[in-house]
């Protein structure tokens, strides 16, 4: 773990609104060369702060109009293990995310489909044959608000 400063932070705020944005240009913002940037996003690299970029496409632009959040329990924990159920829900690519969590569910997961009868379809032939699922919550996501990291 390394001390970070106000600088670092606002690189870490700034890399979450823009992962492509240049050394120069963090530079400028922040008061440092070129080169004094660079150094500090390495550092942050290197102490695994920051993990890799990423690229968040538009699921809208892409076709895939609805999003849903499915909570699954799982009906018989003993004669399914959860390696099973996740790598056959990890085989569905509708599936965005698959989290395991502590509650009224096993697992969250994260579907994407291009209007409902596309994610009834997903739910039916896919995901409610997944092996030692029970019960199934499904949330469509009506808007999202984008928010950085928790730096922001």
Request: hydrophobic letters at 45%; charged letters at 30%; glycine letters at 10%.
């Amino acid at each position: 773990m390394i001390d970070l400063d106000d600088q670092d932070r606002e690189i870490l705020r700034a890399l979450s609104l823009d992962a492509g944005v240049s050394a120069g240009e963090l530079g400028r913002r922040l008061g440092l060369s070129q080169p004094a940037a660079w150094r500090r996003v390495k550092r942050l690299e290197e102490a695994g702060i920051i993990a890799g970029a990423r690229v968040d496409a538009d699921r809208a632009a892409l076709g895939f109009g609805v999003t849903v959040f499915l909570g699954i329990k799982l009906a018989t924990k003993g004669l399914v293990s959860l390696e099973d159920f996740e790598r056959a829900v990890g085989a569905i690519p509708e599936v965005q995310v698959v989290q395991h969590v502590l509650g009224l569910f096993d697992y969250r997961l994260r579907v994407v489909a291009r209007d409902i009868a596309d994610f009834e379809r997903v739910l039916r032939r896919r995901i409610m044959t997944l092996p030692g699922v029970g019960q199934i919550e499904a949330n469509v996501l009506l808007t999202e608000e984008r928010r950085p990291g928790p730096l922001g």
